[in-house]
């Protein structure tokens, strides 16, 4: 069972922009999901980084916009280190990067 549900999956608005994804993960832990983001959201600023996508957070609920292969990137990742942080492993930095390299 995915740890994330993806309510909305990637729209193509008429601007052009057929290739921007806009996905939203609600995640069933609220602990869990504040590992996820780390100290201050760091978890979600290095996946930003690394794959040039936008993540908001508002409680336990993502919202990554972005290319559809980063978006979809991210998710991947976003999932599996919550897969992770279920099995009571904690997460850093070291796990952010395997985890976007992995995804």
């Known amino acids: 069972m995915s740890a994330a549900e993806v309510k909305n999956l990637p729209q193509n608005p008429p601007s052009g922009a057929s290739d921007m994804a806009h996905i939203v993960l609600t995640f069933d832990n609220n602990k869990l999901a504040s590992a996820l983001y780390g100290q201050f959201d760091e978890n979600l600023a290095r996946l930003e980084q690394k794959l040039g996508v936008d993540i908001r957070s508002r409680g336990n609920q993502l919202t990554i916009k972005g290319s559809a292969s980063a978006?979809?990137?991210?998710?991947?990742?976003?999932?599996?280190?919550?897969?992770?942080?279920?099995?009571?492993?904690d997460i850093g930095q070291s796990d952010v990067d395997g985890a976007v390299r992995m995804a």
Do not use: H
């Open 71 to 89: 978006a979809e990137q991210a998710r991947r990742a976003l999932d599996n280190l919550y897969g992770i942080l279920q099995k009571g492993v």
